[in-house]
């Protein structure tokens, strides 16, 4: 667990991963019978550090890792087939990806027999459309969440816009950033390159920019590196 890090345990007033899958799928009926577009997004906590599953286990329910990874497949593949079975499926894309990758505490390590030493490593960016035709996968080159926005405007067609994000569309091959292969964790920076990660010390002034030129949230959250992150777009089955 990272120093100073506290993990607030699931108590009967948190929404547990299938909580969260089964509101996400009533709400988005709802907001599809209103007949226009919309954004919809939800969080989940179920597979962070220090938890366990309260709902599927797998097999005998041993290893928390195992547990609370075969719950999350579960209970999305349950959205997913409500989903499919739906006319809102029809005329819907849903984007799946993650903040940030898992802790390397010595369980996890163990558990999938990793040698990972940096809580910067691969998140998924899957982009889905049932009926889609065709696979497209796309290797980021070590390039970080910084790119998730600006790559789902590009594919909705939103394009020659003015914003404050740092990335670039993973679609585009003109487009230059200065911050989608560097992570930060607090004050501590990382270089990402394809599946190879490194520690690095930033100047001083590079380091201002950083800190002061991205907010709280693009900090916290959308620089956690995705190392190798792949965008797949594939049809059901």
């Known amino acids: ?3 100073g890090m506290a993990v607030k345990w699931l108590t009967n007033n948190d929404l547990t991963d299938g909580d969260s899958y089964r509101l996400l799928w009533k709400n988005i009926q709802t907001l599809h019978e209103q007949a226009r577009p919309f954004y919809y997004g939800i969080y989940t906590v179920g597979t962070h550090v220090g938890l366990d599953s309260p709902e599927f286990r797998y097999k005998d329910g041993k290893n928390p890792y195992l547990n609370k990874f075969y719950n999350m497949d579960r209970q999305f593949g349950e959205f997913l ?3 499919n079975n739906s006319p809102v499926s029809d005329d819907t894309i849903l984007i799946f990806t993650a903040d940030h990758a898992t802790y390397p505490d010595p369980n996890f390590l163990n558990t999938f027999n990793l040698k990972d030493r940096y809580f910067v490593d691969q998140v998924p960016l899957i982009i889905y459309k ?3 035709t065709g696979d497209l ?3 980021a080159n070590g390039k970080n969440s ?3 926005a600006p790559t789902i405007m590009d594919l909705v067609g939103i394009r020659n816009f003015r914003t404050i994000f740092l990335g670039c569309s993973l679609f585009d091959t003109i487009c230059h950033s200065d911050f989608d292969h560097l992570s930060a964790l607090g004050l501590e920076y990382y270089t ?6 490194t520690p690095v010390k930033l100047p001083g002034n590079r380091q ?3 800190q002061d ?3 709280g949230l693009h900090a916290a959250s959308m620089c956690h590196a995705g190392v190798g992150m792949t965008i797949q777009r594939r049809p059901p089955g």
Request: charged share 20%; no cysteine.
């Open 1 to 3: 667990m990272p120093p």
């Open 81 to 83: 087939q409500h989903f």
């Open 130 to 132: 049932k009926n889609s």
């Open 137 to 139: 996968q796309i290797d």
């Open 146 to 148: 910084l790119d998730i």
């Open 192 to 197: 990402t390159d394809r599946n190879v990660v």
């Open 208 to 210: 201002s920019i950083v």
């Open 213 to 215: 030129g991205v907010d």
